[in-house]
Every structure is written in C-alpha cells, then in structure tokens.
C-alpha cells in the first residue's frame, strides 16, 4: 500500500484491516498510544516501531495523518513495539476495519479471519454445536447463491504452527519434521553400521 506523508511517498508491505479487539487478542507493547482506543475510530492506523521512524523519523507519530493513493486519510493512533518474525500475525500497519463497515459487517467474506477469547472453563464442544444454527440462520442463502457449503471449525492458536490443516495457513507441517528426523535417523544408522564393521575388521587384522 502506498502512503503519503506531506510529500514525500512510502510503499508498505503487509498492511492489514483489524478491528478494536484486536489487541485483547495479540499482546503488543505499545510505544505511543493506548491499546484499547487505538482501532476505535474510522481512518484510524496503528504502525510498528520501524515504519514509524521511516515515515516520521524522531518525531512522535501520534496524532500524524497519512493519506493513501485514493486520498483516504489514516490518523495515528498507536505505535507498537516491532511484530517478531516469528509470530503468527506478522503485520507492518494495522488499520481500522471500520473504514468500510458495510463489508466488515457481511457474513459472506472470505478474507477475514476471526480469533475467538475464551474463559479457561468454556466447553469448546458445545460452543462448536452452534455453528450449524448460526450458518442456517445468517450464512446459508449466501452461500447456497454460489453453490457451495461451508463449514466451520475452532482451531487453538498455539497449534497453528505446523499443525494447522487449514487454507491460508503457512506456518510450516509437521509431516516434513517427521520425514527429515527420520532421513536423519537412518543416516545415522547407517553410519553407525558402517564404523562397527570398519572397527570389526581392523580388530580382526589385529
């Protein structure tokens, strides 16, 4: 995405819409601002500690409009510590999913990705055995439209990282750890088999 800053241009990669609880669920320290307001507001941007510098140098960020090539300005609202590279949710700038609220709001888009907080004692069974209702109810004429069905599943997020069966999902297969650790295995064995019979033989010429 392409941002201006008075007039000067910058082109950011991994730029995402998220809405006001998407700091309840990702913990992020933030540098300026404050987490619980940040997404809040329509046009409203959080960017991490780098792009910050990069548009607006030493200089506090807070409260600075950016504008994109369509002249939608963004206001911002927080700056959060740098997004390891090794996290789930790896972004560069978040922006308020509020801006288009008519298609955050439909039931029908496929690009979004929702992240449930649940009480440690929630009965997860249970809580899946109400999504057939809520496709009925509010996702099946769309879907039914297009000729297709869709279900709906919960996945922990600590299991996502080569485990997730899902499309979207590119954080590594444990199918790959078990056939390498198992190459390696026989390698070793292999090997191992080979010194015994090298030692065998020079003992026996011994």
Known sequence: ???RQGE????????????????????HKFIEGNPKQALQQPGSVVLTQRVAERFFGKSPALGQVLQT??????KVTGVIQDVPKN??????????????????????????NSYLLLSKNADLKKLEAGF??????????????MGIHITYQMQPLTSIHLHSKFDGESNGDIGYVYTF????????LIASINYMNL?????ARR
């Open 1 to 3: 995405m392409m941002f």
């Open 8 to 27: 000067r241009l910058f082109y950011e990669e991994d730029i995402f819409a998220a809405d006001s609880t998407v700091f309840d669920i990702f913990t």
């Open 69 to 74: 090539n369509d002249t939608t300005s963004y």
């Open 87 to 112: 996290s789930h949710f790896t972004f560069n700038a978040l922006l308020s999913l509020n801006q288009n609220q008519r298609n955050a709001d439909g039931w029908g888009n496929f690009y979004i």
């Open 132 to 145: 057939p209702g809520l496709y009925e109810k509010y996702m099946s004429g769309i879907f039914k439209r």
């Open 181 to 188: 650790s198992a190459v390696a295995f026989f390698m070793l």
């Open 199 to 203: 030692a065998t033989a020079q003992s």
